[in-house]
């Protein structure tokens, strides 16, 4: 038990580490932030979710998808569609012509509301549909790549052209999903609105539990058989092939995986942000995801969510401060840490950080050693030997 639990944590290192980030996200943040800062925290930490199962998938069992923005559109969007209906009751919507339809759907001259939508009157099936719906669509991205041997650089593209076709088909279907500008004006969840400060505050904890759970669960499927064969399979996968296993179905079911992460994390976006549009979904967004993941450490779970939290705070600092320059100065970032910290934050501590850290702790216990000294050890040690002499 103690055995797997050590396991589950990484150790005494990566309790240490997993203890630092619980007490940054739930204490540090909440105590010096006001309310519009954290709920921007609040919003970075939803794309950690991304990067914490790209590291999975892409770090630990190397498969670069750039299309996880599919799966955080989708998790937003079976949530946004579950918030819109609650806010579309016949009596808010009493000026429209058809009464108990979303706002956007009123606009399009459609009078009833369509099949898709009926099942998301349930929080249930909402709850099961932001998981299910994206990892659904992940099996089969997955059976009909991973079965077929497709992978590297051509699974890459195949994920980008996806992206790019269900931006294009959400933009289209403007009736079903609000189109360019996506579902808007979300205001309650089960009657509790959503919107006022304090609110804010209890989604971000949320939000925040939600994210550490995911990580300990990474952690508990990298400390399993099936962590060593990913690592297994991203080096040697023909080796691995060769001894009997289906390499396949591993990277279906981690792939899988990782979509889930981004789909929770897509629906915590639309509960703390109030909307969910097709900007998420696309290339630019999930290229944007994996610079999270690359420049926290593509194999660490914890220096993803740095990454997120580093990568969306410079992005905002840059396009406040120089509005014309911020991409560059966000490329400039990317190209930095990538030439010269090729393993982002994390390797940078393990190659810097722990040598300081133990030099540091090191001279504190020598001075705290010397210190507990009594003063006439000093004064013995100090004072110069007698020399003997020989009759």
Same mark, same amino acid.
């Given at each position: 038990?103690?055995?797997?639990?050590?396991?589950?944590?990484?150790?005494?290192?990566?309790?240490?580490?997993?203890?630092?980030?619980? #007490?940054?996200?739930?204490?540090?943040?909440?105590?010096?932030?006001?309310?519009?800062?954290?709920?921007?925290?609040?919003?970075?930490?939803?794309?950690?979710?991304?990067?914490?199962?790209?590291?999975?998938?892409?770090?630990?069992?190397?498969?670069?998808?750039?299309?996880?923005?599919?799966?955080?559109?989708?998790?937003?969007?079976?949530?946004?569609?579950?918030?819109?209906?609650? =806010?579309?009751?016949?009596?808010?919507?009493?000026?429209?012509?058809?009464?108990?339809?979303?706002?956007?759907?009123?606009?399009?001259?459609?009078?009833?509301?369509?099949?898709?939508?009926?099942?998301?009157?349930?929080?249930?099936?909402?709850?099961?549909?932001?998981?299910? *719906?994206?990892?659904?669509?992940?099996?089969?991205?997955?059976?009909?790549?991973?079965?077929?041997?497709?992978?590297?650089?051509?699974?890459?593209?195949?994920?980008?052209?996806? =992206? =790019?076709?269900?931006?294009?088909?959400?933009?289209?279907?403007?009736?079903?999903?609000?189109?360019?500008?996506?579902?808007?004006?979300?205001?309650?969840?089960?009657?509790?609105?959503?919107?006022?400060?304090?609110?804010?505050?209890?989604?971000?904890?949320?939000?925040?539990?939600?994210?550490?759970?995911?990580?300990?669960?990474?952690?508990?499927?990298?400390?399993?058989?099936?962590?060593?064969?990913?690592?297994?399979?991203?080096?040697?996968?023909?080796?691995?092939?060769?001894?009997?296993?289906?390499? =396949?179905?591993?990277?279906?079911?981690?792939?899988?995986?990782? #979509?889930?992460?981004?789909?929770?994390?897509?629906?915590?976006?639309?509960?703390?942000?109030?909307?969910?549009?097709?900007?998420?979904?696309?290339? *630019?967004?999930?290229?944007?995801?994996?610079?999270?993941?690359?420049?926290?450490?593509?194999?660490?779970?914890?220096? #993803?969510?740095?990454?997120?939290?580093?990568?969306?705070?410079?992005?905002?600092?840059?396009?406040?401060?120089?509005?014309?320059?911020?991409?560059?100065?966000?490329?400039?970032?990317?190209?930095?840490?990538?030439?010269?910290?090729?393993?982002?934050?994390?390797?940078?501590?393990?190659?810097?950080?722990?040598?300081?850290?133990?030099?540091?702790?090191?001279?504190? #216990?020598?001075?705290?050693?010397?210190?507990?000294?009594?003063?006439?050890?000093?004064?013995?040690?100090?004072?110069?030997?007698?020399?003997?002499?020989?009759?």
């Amino acid at each position: 038990m103690n055995k797997a639990i050590d396991n589950l944590l990484g150790g005494r290192q990566g309790a240490i580490g997993l203890l630092v980030l619980a #007490a940054l996200i739930l204490v540090v943040f909440p105590l010096t932030l006001d309310t519009f800062r954290l709920n921007m925290v609040g919003k970075y930490l939803t794309y950690a979710f991304v990067a914490v199962g790209l590291v999975l998938c892409w770090g630990y069992g190397g498969i670069l998808s750039l299309g996880q923005g599919i799966f955080f559109g989708l998790g937003g969007y079976c949530m946004a569609m579950f918030l819109k209906l609650e =806010a579309s009751d016949p009596e808010s919507t009493r000026i429209q012509s058809t009464p108990g339809i979303p706002d956007f759907m009123d606009w399009n001259q459609i009078t009833e509301l369509p099949w898709l939508w009926q099942p998301f009157h349930s929080f249930g099936f909402t709850l099961v549909a932001v998981v299910a *719906v994206p990892a659904l669509l992940a099996f089969v991205i997955g059976l009909a790549m991973f079965k077929r041997r497709v992978g590297d650089v051509y699974f890459s593209i195949v994920t980008q052209a996806i =992206a =790019a076709i269900l931006t294009i088909l959400i933009i289209g279907q403007q009736g079903l999903t609000g189109g360019v500008n996506g579902i808007t004006d979300l205001k309650t969840v089960l009657g509790w609105d959503i919107r006022p400060d304090s609110a804010k505050v209890i989604l971000y904890f949320v939000n925040a539990a939600l994210l550490l759970g995911c990580i300990l669960l990474a952690r508990f499927v990298l400390a399993s058989k099936l962590g060593r064969l990913l690592v297994a399979m991203r080096d040697k996968e023909e080796r691995v092939r060769f001894s009997g296993y289906d390499v =396949a179905s591993f990277k279906i079911f981690v792939f899988c995986v990782a #979509a889930a992460f981004s789909a929770i994390g897509g629906a915590m976006f639309a509960l703390q942000v109030g909307f969910m549009s097709p900007s998420f979904v696309g290339i *630019v967004p999930s290229i944007e995801m994996v610079i999270f993941a690359a420049v926290g450490g593509r194999l660490s779970l914890l220096g #993803a969510v740095y990454g997120a939290l580093l990568v969306n705070f410079g992005k905002t600092y840059f396009s406040e401060s120089f509005p014309e320059l911020w991409l560059y100065l966000m490329g400039g970032l990317f190209i930095v840490v990538v030439m010269y910290f090729p393993n982002g934050l994390a390797g940078l501590w393990d190659s810097h950080g722990r040598k300081w850290l133990a030099r540091f702790t090191q001279g504190k #216990a020598q001075t705290a050693s010397v210190n507990a000294k009594p003063v006439e050890a000093l004064a013995a040690e100090s004072k110069a030997p007698e020399l003997e002499t020989t009759p």
